[in-house]
């Protein structure tokens, strides 16, 4: 059942070659002639065609511009479902992008889409992209009252008005899928390379090159230009890292062998269940058939969490309460950026958004840049300590995926050496080396100004010295009945016994110890408590 639309015929458009294949295929069809084409009436067409046809469970009813608002009041009045719907280019309203007030005055513009819709199987809506005559929110809503999307189109002439438009003839009769047998299919140049507005490839939008004919059946075909789902090519990219010039093979097994698998995976945890799992796959398939040396590309996974707003809730463009990047580097800094988003909380957590804690960062890079102007002969070994200690802790951190308790380190080497008077050159410059992973940008501004050549990344990562980074001291609590009292500092050697002398031996705490001890608690290393009456 094919129905054509205002001033149609059904020896216009489309019409006559998906007319001439449907008869060649042994279909048949019936294309009226509807009266008044030229100032319709909706109600009077439908009832023609509902006295002149018969209707079955196999129909497929075709309908093209105002033809469609007649399907519309058609399929609400059926006594039986139809097999298939084809809109092509369609109204729900009578508003288009020219001036036809015929059109207006076709219906009363009231349509039953629950009726429509129970009397009809599949539905297809089909869109010219350009939207010259009907307007996109038509065809979006038209789709949305029979329960599916558009599949929006690049017909041979706006308003699906070619003789022969490839898409209208797919979805009446399609031969099914068809696989190229010419290989290899030579793709056309390619201008602009930007996303569409459908998602489509930029294949999609070359009219000569997705135009084509059916290699079975010879009549005008539309080529498929997502071949491939959205993860081929990020499934097995990093083999291609490992030996992207090989023309013979996607890598050398020698190479493979050596790099893989992969060290470390990062990701937020949507990637579980999309690229992780899909790449995983893709590795497992080419384990099985000898293609790479390990059944696991990924030594390691480790998630991220999210960066919420100040009040805890998601980031929302609806909510106004997004961060924009580019406005914090203008303010603060890249590195004050980069460096407070590892600093915020445990990498593995969501955590909200502080104003105030950018600008914490932002004086701390600042202090780095005061210390490189007041460099030292000679440090005290609080700070010598200070720095080794910051080492380990800032390399152990690292790998442990633990950035904010590294900055953190970070931030208090730098308090130590203000405190005491500041560092030597070599210290500092050991400084930038475990900075610059966190702040490129500072601790490469601070190595040109020390004299440095190159980038401090080339500098070799420093090995903290354990014998200088050991306490030699060991700061104790002292409680008599549970409550502080004192503290005390003795020698990180000093037996049990040796502490609870100093202990009792401290002024504050001898005043609280009239009476001898019933209990006396030790936690090793810190703390000691006296129980008395």
């Not at 070359?206 to 079975?216: M, Q």
């Not at 996607?250 to 990062?266: C, G, H, I, Q, R």
């Not at 003795?490 to 100093?502: D, K, L, M, Q, S």
Request: charged share 25%.
């Amino acid at each position: 059942m094919l129905i054509h639309g205002l001033n149609g015929s059904p020896e216009a458009d489309f019409f006559p070659k998906l007319i001439e294949r449907l008869v060649a295929d042994g279909h048949e069809v019936f294309a009226p002639q509807l009266p008044s084409a030229s100032k319709p009436s909706v109600d009077e067409q439908v009832e023609y065609i509902l006295a002149n046809t018969t209707f079955t469970e196999n129909t497929i009813v075709v309908g093209h511009s105002l033809g469609t608002v007649v399907m519309h009041k058609l399929l609400a009045k059926l006594s039986v479902r139809v097999a298939k719907a084809v809109f092509v280019d369609g109204l729900v309203e009578s508003r288009i992008n020219i001036r036809r007030p015929e059109v207006a005055e076709s219906t009363d513009w009231v349509f039953d889409f629950v009726a429509a819709r129970e009397h009809v199987g599949d539905v297809i809506v089909l869109g010219d992209r350009t939207a010259s005559v009907i307007p996109h929110e038509q065809n979006e809503a038209l789709a949305k009252a029979y329960g599916t999307s558009v599949e929006w189109i690049h017909p041979g002439e706006d308003h699906f008005c070619a003789d022969d438009e490839p898409a209208v003839m797919h979805h009446v009769v399609p031969s099914g899928w068809q696989e190229v047998r010419d290989l290899p299919l030579e793709l056309p140049d390619v201008e602009r390379y930007q996303p569409t507005d459908t998602g489509e490839s930029p294949l999609a939008t070359i009219a000569s090159f997705v135009t084509t004919t059916c290699p079975t059946c010879g009549s005008a075909a539309r080529r498929e230009t997502d071949t491939m789902p959205n993860w081929a090519g990020s499934s097995w990219y990093f083999l291609r890292y490992i030996d992207p010039h090989n023309n013979d093979a996607f890598a050398s097994v020698e190479k493979l062998k050596t790099w893989m698998p992969v060290d470390v995976y990062n990701g937020g945890m949507e990637h579980t269940t999309l690229h992780l799992l899909y790449s995983r796959f893709w590795n497992k398939v080419l384990f099985d058939r000898g293609l790479v040396p390990t059944s696991e590309p990924y030594a390691r996974r480790h998630s991220h969490g999210l960066i919420m707003a100040e009040d805890g809730t998601k980031m929302s463009k609806s909510k106004g309460n997004v961060v924009n990047p580019d406005d914090i580097v203008g303010a603060f800094g890249a590195d004050t950026l980069r460096m407070y988003e590892v600093f915020m909380g445990p990498f593995e957590e969501p955590v909200p958004w502080s104003t105030n804690g950018v600008v914490g960062v932002r004086r701390f890079l600042d202090k780095v840049v005061r210390l490189s102007e007041h460099l030292v002969p000679v440090e005290r070994t609080e700070v010598t300590k200070a720095l080794h200690k910051t080492i380990a802790k800032v390399t152990d951190d690292i790998d442990s995926f633990r950035f904010n308790t590294a900055v953190a380190a970070l931030m208090t080497l730098a308090n130590s050496a203000h405190e005491h008077g500041g560092m030597t050159k070599a210290s500092f410059t050991t400084f930038l080396s475990i900075l610059v992973p966190f702040a490129p940008h500072v601790a490469n501004e601070c190595y040109e100004r020390l004299g440095g050549t190159g980038f401090v990344e080339e500098v070799p990562w420093p090995i903290s010295d354990a014998e200088i980074a050991a306490d030699r001291d060991v700061t104790i609590a002292v409680q008599v009945n549970g409550k502080l009292r004192g503290i005390i500092v003795v020698p990180v050697e000093a037996n049990e016994a040796t502490v609870i002398a100093a202990a009792r031996a401290d002024e504050n705490v001898a005043k609280y110890l009239t009476d001898e001890p019933r209990k006396t608690i030790v936690v090793g290393g810190k703390l000691i408590n006296f129980v008395v009456n």
